[in-house]
RNA sequence: GGGCAGGUUCCAGAGUGGCCAAAUGGGGCGGACUGUAAAUCCGCUGUCUUUCGACUUCAGAGGUUCGACUCCUCUCCUGCCCA
């Protein structure tokens, strides 16, 4: 396979077609290695899978000898990449732009290598930008463009607000990319239209615009909306390795193709391999926990992924307490002066940040083990003994210690 | 600046004086089913209370009323039209 072919395997989208080969060709006859931008914004230090995508495309490049820089949005995280769906957000304070960028980066290291690339903030040229150079800037982008942008339009065609700030945003990105000189702007394929944003300032600057590369948006544990923190349906790369995998096989199977293609470390046969078996019939779950399997040796290791395989065949699988894996609590850390107590009260305490109306559903509702005996009474009285085995809602699973 | 329309629980969106903790849908959470998942079906979805019920909530503050999400006043916020 040709360098070429590598990077841009799996690509969504690259801006202009030809970009890529265009650039790597003047990298070698310029001798030189291609910058690579990717932004972020320090606000939501929490990777997931959804960013190892387009961060996994970002290794190979620094893998090929190109330069990563990495653009922490310090100054653009005031603003918030405009969505419609957040309000406007409330300016980071300095100290937690530094703290979110660093988690980020040292998570990044579970994908890149962190060594190897350059971190920049953007207040560094954003911050100290005079009226008169943002005047000139903005002079380079026309009104109807920006209403171009999906977020903006649909917005604007239903009548929400827009602020004039948010519309800064990708300008303000793509300001970034004119003072790093990037050569390739990586991004999801949201990122579209703001990394396109670079390339026109580039241009009206009289530099060489950059290539965009967009990767697919991967779904979350939904199956519907695109991964994503807020939306709560994200497999984060610092997941335990349980987690991990339990959340893998929680998506639905008609994410696997999609998961199999953006987050398996498979070759291209296996893929297809894998693929093949999914439209010939076998049973999905099968092939899920292959690509659980994979993601967690990712991220931990092979063994972690197989004790995580493993975990997940005991402990949900199965109805039997007998082979679950309880979570140890010792009956002090519950304060409850007792030894016996009704069971809401019970699990009040085991799960302190339900309230009791939710818990008391819960437990009407069915949710609620104890050792292998499902109790729909709340005022069930429960002696505290240890070796209690308790399950509350699909994932608590606690043993009472003395 | 002027005119108009709005701000309801996680979201969308009904509700226009008591029958409202607030329809319906989505989402979420449980259960049944299941080979993980999906689909389907059932239940739940403000807090506290064993129950009766009590309490807090419909942008905010006041007011009218026995009683307000619903009426009045002011304030804040948003959109549209006109300047």
């Known amino acids: 396979m040709t360098t070429l072919e590598q990077l841009s395997a799996g690509v969504d989208r690259i801006l202009p077609e030809n970009g890529l080969a ?10 030189r290695p291609l910058v690579i931008k990717l932004g972020f914004d320090p606000t939501a230090p929490d990777l997931h899978l959804g960013h190892a995508v387009v961060l996994r495309k970002l290794r190979q490049f620094q893998d090929a000898g190109h330069r990563i820089v990495i653009i922490v949005g310090s100054f653009t995280a005031q603003i918030g990449d405009p969505t ?8 980071l304070s300095k100290e937690a732009v530094m703290a979110n960028a660093a988690t980020y980066i040292k998570q990044l290291g579970k994908v890149i290598d962190p060594t190897k690339c350059e971190v920049r903030f953007n207040d560094e040229w954003l911050g100290g930008l005079g009226f008169n150079a943002i005047l000139e800037l903005l002079s380079k982008v026309t009104v109807a463009q920006l209403l171009q942008r999906n977020d903006f339009n649909k917005r604007f065609m239903a009548n929400m607000p827009i602020a004039l700030h948010e519309l800064m945003y990708p300008i303000l990105q793509g300001f970034d990319s004119l003072q790093i000189d990037a050569d390739i702007e990586m991004g999801g394929t949201d990122q579209l239209f703001n990394c396109t944003m670079g390339r026109q300032l580039q241009e009206a600057h009289g530099k060489a615009p ?14 519907n909306e695109k991964m994503s923190k807020s939306l709560n349906n994200i497999i984060g790369l610092t997941d335990e390795p349980s987690a991990m995998f339990g959340k893998t096989m929680s998506i639905p199977d008609a994410l696997l193709p999609e998961f199999i293609e953006l987050t398996t470390s498979f070759t291209v046969e296996e893929k297809a391999q894998l693929l093949q078996q ?20 990712q991220y931990h290791d092979e063994q972690s992924a197989a004790a995580a395989a493993a975990f997940f065949a005991t402990q949900f699988q199965p109805k039997n307490f007998e082979e679950m894996e309880f979570k140890p609590v010792s009956k002090q850390s519950l304060l409850l002066n007792a030894t ?3 069971l809401l009260d019970l699990c009040c305490a085991l799960k302190k940040d339900n309230s009791k109306s939710n818990l008391r559903r819960l437990i009407t509702g069915g949710g609620v083990y ?5 109790i729909t009474d709340v005022n069930k009285v429960i002696g505290l003994a240890a070796g209690l085995k308790i399950k ?6 606690i043993e009472l210690i003395s």
């Open 22 to 31: 265009h650039k790597l060709l003047q990298a070698r006859q310029e001798n």
């Open 84 to 91: 419609g769906k957040n309000k406007s957000r409330k300016p």
């Open 210 to 223: 950059q290539v965009v590369m967009c990767m697919p948006l991967l779904k979350g544990l939904d199956g």
């Open 278 to 297: 999914l439209t010939a019939g076998n049973n999905p779950m099968h092939i899920k926990k292959e690509v659980a399997t994979n993601i967690v040796a």
């Open 340 to 342: 016996e107590v009704a």
């Open 370 to 374: 104890i050792n292998n005996e499902k």
């Open 392 to 397: 509350i809602g699909r994932l608590t699973f």
